[in-house]
T-cell receptor, first 111, second 116 residues
Framework: DAKTTQPTSMDCAEGRAANLPCNHS???????VYWYRQIHSQGPQYIIH???NNETNEMASLIITEDRKSSTLILPHATLRDTAVYYC????????????FGQGTTLQVKP | NAGVTQTPKFQVLKTGQSMTLQCAQD?????MSWYRQDPGMGLRLIHY???????DQGEVPNGYNVSRSTTEDFPLRLLSAAPSQTSVYFC???????????????FGSGTQLSVL
């Protein structure tokens, strides 16, 4: 399993873009990068995932470097409701069901 | 759709008591799993199942039992509760734990367990 490394915490001003980095230097070729977030004490929520191309959906954009050793989750216009813990996970077919969450990044969006 | 339903939402146990945390999903998902989350920490995988009749251990399986007799249900049993098992427990499901290309986990709202 590829291990991911994220900063413990980040701040972002409301209305600005939030850029959350993730390092996954040992990622293997069949492992996708997934992002989830957990607001307060709710169950985590899926955000986005990708293999090697950049991805965008209604919630966020995912930028994966060409060597796939790192990625950035972008929330284009952060709101106070985006304050949460964000988890970056590398997962592939070799994991066979073991989706392991790390410590994540606590994003605080400030007015 | 109810999604992933966990019961109870809150539970207080005494050391040594046993209990079962219930988890049910109505999305016909093959994959189900249990996580625990201690205060200020990330989620840790306890057990998971890739289909009825199939279960496997996660990161922290000791003290917990699971079984998967139906696709819909995945109960988590605490055999003899200990204070170290005080935590919030989350159940999750997805279409298939082995299908990488569309692996979205759906989580329940959690069970807060205190063991005195």
């Amino acid at each position: 399993d590829a291990k991911t490394t994220q900063p413990t915490s980040m701040d972002c001003a409301e209305g600005r873009a939030a850029n959350l980095p993730c390092n996954h230097s040992t990622i293997s070729g069949n492992e996708y990068v997934y992002w989830y977030r957990q607001i307060h004490s709710q169950g985590p929520q899926y955000i986005i995932h990708g293999l090697k191309n950049n991805e965008t959906n209604e919630m966020a954009s995912l930028i994966i470097t060409e060597d796939r050793k790192s990625s950035t989750l972008i929330l284009p216009h952060a709101t106070l409701r985006d304050t949460a813990v964000y988890y970056c996970i590398a997962y592939g077919s070799s994991n066979t069901g073991k989706l392991i969450f790390g410590q994540g990044t606590t994003l605080q969006v400030k007015p | 759709n109810a999604g992933v339903t966990q019961t109870p939402k809150f539970q207080v146990l005494k050391t040594g008591q046993s209990m079962t945390l219930q988890c049910a999903q109505d999305m016909n998902h093959e994959y189900m799993s249990w996580y625990r989350q201690d205060p200020g920490m990330g989620l840790r995988l306890i057990h998971y199942s890739v289909g009825a009749g199939i279960t496997d251990q996660g990161e922290v399986p000791n003290g917990y039992n699971v079984s998967r007799s139906t696709t819909e249900d995945f109960p988590l049993r605490l055999l003899s509760a200990a204070p170290s098992q005080t935590s919030v427990y989350f159940c999750a499901s997805s279409y298939s734990g082995l299908a990488v290309t569309n692996e979205k986990l759906f989580f329940g709202s959690g069970t807060q367990l205190s063991v005195l």
